[in-house]
């Protein structure tokens, strides 16, 4: 059991291009979710996934954000046209459904930097 | 909609000191409440979760307690150290979706 892991670490991109980030989870996570921090601030809910399917989206999630988690394994979160306000920390978290209880477990984040 | 406050925002300790973290939320309809700490820069790490229908769990030095119906959560760590400092979030999670405090910025001073 690794953790959770992301890459890339940091991203520093010029607006308006597009840039992608990827997600490993805990093995046989069958949940991994989608978060975004910004400094002073507690993690936002983008949206999460049971195996492969999408089952919420932030309605702060506009049309430029996409997330996919293709065969229920690793996740990746794709913003196009990317503007200064998308700069922020991308988190992602996974757990293991259960009765009895759902601890999610944090990747180290993407810092994204948009000039 | 769920809004989670947790006050105060930052909070400075001599070593040594038991302290008490709040937190509160709207919407007593929760699958469960999370507590996490966070190191500048870093991601989260779990350090409590709290099903609906319990009222306390214990870790250590931590014990972390949920009221549902007064929609507040506590964390009380037991003699504090210099390496207690972090960022303290808590999180409520309902239908797969969590919602979290701003997390309270804690300082021990050795």
């Known amino acids: 059991d690794t953790g959770v892991s992301q890459d890339p670490r940091h991203k520093i991109t010029k607006r308006g291009q597009n840039v992608t980030f990827r997600c490993d989870p805990i093995?046989?996570?069958?949940?991994l979710y989608w978060y975004r921090q910004t400094l002073g601030q507690g993690p936002e809910f983008l949206t999460y996934?049971?195996?492969?399917?999408?089952?919420?989206k932030s309605r702060l999630l506009s049309d430029r954000f996409s997330a996919e988690r293709p065969k229920g394994s690793f996740s990746t979160l794709e913003i196009q046209r990317t503007e200064q306000g998308d700069s922020a920390m991308y988190l992602c978290a996974s757990s293991r459904q259960t009765v009895l209880q759902e601890t999610q477990y944090f990747g180290p984040g993407t810092r994204l930097l948009v000039l | 909609k769920q809004e989670v406050t947790q006050i105060p925002a930052a909070l400075s300790v001599p070593e040594g000191e038991n302290l008490v973290l709040n937190c509160s939320f709207t919407?007593?309809?929760?699958?469960?409440l999370q507590w996490f700490r966070q190191d500048p820069g870093k991601g989260l790490t779990s350090l409590l979760l709290?099903?609906?229908?319990?009222r306390e769990q214990t870790s250590g030095r931590l014990n972390a307690s949920l009221d549902k119906s007064s929609g507040r959560s506590t964390l009380y760590i037991a003699a504090s150290q210099p390496g207690d400092s972090a960022t303290y979030l808590c999180a409520t999670t309902n239908a797969g979706k969590s919602t979290f405090g701003d997390g309270t910025t804690l300082t021990v001073k050795p």
């Open positions: 996934f049971q195996n492969e399917a999408q089952l919420e």
């Open positions: 093995s046989e996570h069958n949940r």
């Open positions: 709290i099903q609906s229908s319990q």
């Open positions: 919407d007593s309809a929760i699958y469960n």
